[in-house]
């Protein structure tokens, strides 16, 4: 599918960008939407933001609006918006059901890359052209400009791939923090997973593929199953299984081939995850960051007493916030991620565009189930103009 995109409108001037045809290509459970807007209604001192005055069905409180930008302080900058996903958080924040909730009136997205155009006088670490990361949720990426505090944001390399910047923030950083945090995994290992085809999911699979880990990657049977598979090999499954292989002797077969993983990662709950903990090794881990399943996780006592198995929980929005006092480790590993995107070996999902203006065919498209291989279940706003592109709704983060 091609779109055409229009023009983006920031603080102190309109600002007019040749328009640019995008090709979205789509990948099953992967729905992407795009938001593109015109200045036409914007002024030089105010942009655009989508808002919500209160909590609710998004396609109903959320709404698109003109903003005053505001001044650029001593220790601010002036950032223009180039991409900022819809994940399912964001959803869930508009919602009201959300871990943490913004002040209302609030702008929604908490993931995206933007453009620095303009530093505060005090401003150190970055400068004008400088791309940029929100460090924690609740900035509020759904807009064309804003002024951020040098302390909120986190630079990035501009000469990665636009998509790979704007959804860099969440699933890759998830996915690589589960990697490094529970187990000492070493080339040769293997980890399982649920929910592969999810955006953790495929970053865990590229992640773990860079760093010679084996992965066995468990997906709900479908009619497309076979190329969802291919898809999913192709970028560095080792294994791609069937939930319900998971209870059938033909998993003795696959451990001959590989090691029983230290690792279990769990973006579903219910039945899938205590399945799971069925096949891991003694001594390992579980770790539940998502639950597509809306179901609880059940562990046998068997599997505490006599596997010893290790189960725990993990939050990237935590993670982040408790890296506050220090941002050393974030700051490594996104050098880390930028550096596999360089060399091909991390890639975003793909996405699928609509127009800003429809930026509700965008939000009731990203709280459909997921029905068929030609949908996407992901949504994201990019403003080269404005975007939107792929984040898995399969996770909860």
């Given amino acids: ?98 871990a943490i909730l913004p002040d209302l009136p609030a702008t929604g997205g908490n993931e995206g890359v933007g453009e620095v155009t303009e530093v505060g006088h005090q401003v150190k670490s970055l400068k004008p052209g400088d791309w940029v990361i929100p460090k924690d949720a609740g900035l509020g990426t759904w807009r064309t400009a804003a002024v ?35 187990e000492d995994l070493k080339s040769g290992d293997t980890v399982i997973q649920n929910a592969a085809n999810s955006g953790v999911g ?58 029983k993983p230290k690792l279990a990662l769990n973006g579903v709950g219910g039945k899938s995850a205590t399945e799971l903990l069925r096949h891991l090794q003694v001594g390992g881990s579980m770790i539940t960051y998502g639950g597509m399943a809306k179901q609880p996780v059940t562990v046998p006592v068997s599997a505490l007493i006599f596997k010893d198995l290790q189960v725990r929980g993990f939050w990237v929005t935590q993670w982040k916030r408790n890296q506050s006092y220090d941002g050393c480790l974030f700051r490594n590993m996104l050098d880390d991620l930028c550096s596999l995107i360089k060399q091909k070996k991390l890639a975003a999902p793909a996405c ?25 279940p992901n949504i994201l706003i990019c403003h080269v103009s404005i975007n939107v592109l792929s984040c898995s709704r399969l996770i909860i983060q």
């Fill in 1 to 98: 599918m091609w779109l055409r995109f229009h023009t983006v409108c920031f603080r102190r001037q309109i600002r007019h960008f040749p328009a640019v045809y995008t090709h979205a290509s789509v990948r099953s459970n992967a729905r992407v939407a795009s938001f593109c807007h015109s200045s036409r209604v914007a002024t030089a001192s105010t942009c655009q933001a989508l808002r919500y005055n209160k909590h609710g069905d998004p396609s109903q409180v959320v709404h698109l609006e003109n903003v005053e930008v505001g001044p650029v302080g001593a220790s601010d900058v002036l950032v223009k918006m180039l991409a900022a996903p819809v994940n399912p958080s964001d959803i869930n924040m508009i919602q009201g059901t959300y």
């Fill in 352 to 376: 699928h565009k609509v127009l800003f203006e429809e930026y509700h065919k965008a939000l009731y498209g990203a709280m459909q189930p997921y029905t068929s291989a030609k949908k996407c």
């Fill in 148 to 182: 951020f505090s040098e302390d909120d944001l986190m630079s990035l390399p501009n000469d990665i791939p636009l998509l790979a910047a704007a959804t860099l923030g969440v699933n890759p950083c998830t996915a690589y923090r589960l990697l490094a945090d529970f």
């Fill in 202 to 259: 495929q970053a865990v699979i590229q992640i773990a593929a860079a760093r010679g880990i084996s992965t066995i990657n468990v997906i709900r049977d479908r009619p497309e199953f076979t190329q969802l598979s291919d898809r999913l090999k192709a970028i560095g499954a080792t294994h791609v299984i069937k939930e319900e292989a998971l209870r059938k002797p033909e998993m003795k077969e696959l451990f001959k081939t590989c090691p």
